[in-house]
């Protein structure tokens, strides 16, 4: 009896003590501070960020209720850069992510402080870290930044992010601040991802005064426009607010980007708005979007389509458009109808679709190919063919060449081919193919 006393007083003298132990790690303050205000001040990173050390205290203390961080990330970093172990770019990169999600301003300024050299990927870091916590403050300290480097190197990651993905938000305040501080030449696009249904049509003027100076912001414009328009009770108000939009060429961008979007939904509501585009390179391109969108329901339809087209150009553009995807999607059905029509076509009218039939049924294209008077479209046509079935199929396409079969072609375009694979292709740069789109003669080599 006595050893069962004995052994109850340990057991409760050992909880109270686990019970105000302090948290180790928990700062200056650690006795004072409880868990649930540590949760607070350090956020759980994601997975993977941790150094093996802290990755290990965190999985031994994963079923109590301890907070995720077991240690200071601030004091490791003092510890490993006096110790010299910041030349390992795993743990300096774990520490100062551990850091930045902590306390950017912080991890900045230790940053700063190590005099160690200041990458790209840091600066990135702890100013994706600052957006995630507070938009605008990140912002604030960005226009602090006198650092020609650093400077734009901040302020295009958080600005950029802030207008991708919170875009009314981010309007509004950048109409807050002074027009010298030309805070549009740090927003681009690259490396980010965006999404739809971002916008009200508020949010779209905003943004339109914005007008960074990037080549996809229309895209952007457009895609976010195009989700309001699917909703049937904004339709009409998007196409209004559309019509207002004072720069016609953002116009006619964001027109285009509209018709892709009605294509899917509704082709009559895109074919109605051809007429409000006012380039007729634009309006081309829009009507071959439409034209490619019924080939995939209809082809011979795309192709009646593409010859009501009051506009020659757009006609013809919008045709290579329909053969070009009904080679695609059903070769066998589209070289028929280039079989039945070969006398009034041309090398150049079927040029677009070469490279999709020479990745289906090559030896029967060159053969349509073959069967045009000689010409240097001819030549071309026949090269993009055998160039395309060359790269995805180098031994089928060598073993005809070489065979019999091959002398369908003429005799300039075969001996030229025979030279070409009777050497090994290099990895780079040997192939190549040209197309006509829109006008325009386009090379490309792979």
Known sequence: MKTLQVSLITFVVGLSAGMILPWRGAGENGGQQTASKDVQTFPAPESGSFPPRALEKTTTAAHSSTPPFTSDPFKEWTEALKAGKLTDTRLRHDLLEQMAKADPARAWQALMQSGLPVSRADIDGIASAWYEKDPADAAKFGLTLTDPLQRPAFLRQVLSKWMLEKPGAFARWFQTQPADLDLAQYLHSSNIVYRNNLCT????????????????????????????????????????????????????????????????????????????????????????????????????????????????????????????????????????????????????????????????????????????????????????????????????????????????????????????????????GSSGMSTTINGRRLYYSY
């Open 201 to 428: 049509l508020e949010d779209l003027d905003g943004l339109l005064r914005v007008n960074p100076r990037y080549s996809s912001f229309p895209d952007f414009l457009g895609r976010q426009l195009g989700a309001l328009w699917s909703q049937p009770e904004q339709r009409q108000a998007a196409t209004e607010w559309l019509r207002g939009v004072a720069d016609p060429q953002m116009r006619d961008a964001l027109w285009k980007h509209l018709v892709a979007k009605a294509c899917q939904e509704d082709p009559q509501a895109a074919t109605g708005m051809l007429t409000e585009i006012s380039d007729d390179r634009a309006r081309r391109q829009a009507s071959s979007t439409i034209t490619a969108h019924l080939t995939k329901r209809d082809p011979q339809a795309a192709l009646q389509f593409a010859a009501s087209l009051p506009d020659a150009a757009a006609s013809q553009h919008a045709w290579q458009s329909a053969l070009c995807t009904w080679a695609a999607q059903d070769p066998q059905q589209a070289l028929g109808y280039i079989r039945e029509n070969l006398a009034r076509l041309t090398p150049q009218m079927l040029e677009p679709a070469g490279s999709a039939l020479g990745e289906s049924r090559p030896a029967e294209a060159l053969a349509l190919a073959a069967a045009f008077p000689a010409s240097v479209e001819r030549t071309s046509l026949i090269n993009n063919v055998m160039s395309t079935w060359r790269h995805k199929q180098p031994s089928e396409s060598r073993r005809w060449v070489e065979s019999d079969q091959a002398t369908i072609l003429p005799a300039a375009d075969l001996q030229h081919w025979r030279s070409s694979v009777a050497s090994p292709q290099p990895a780079q």
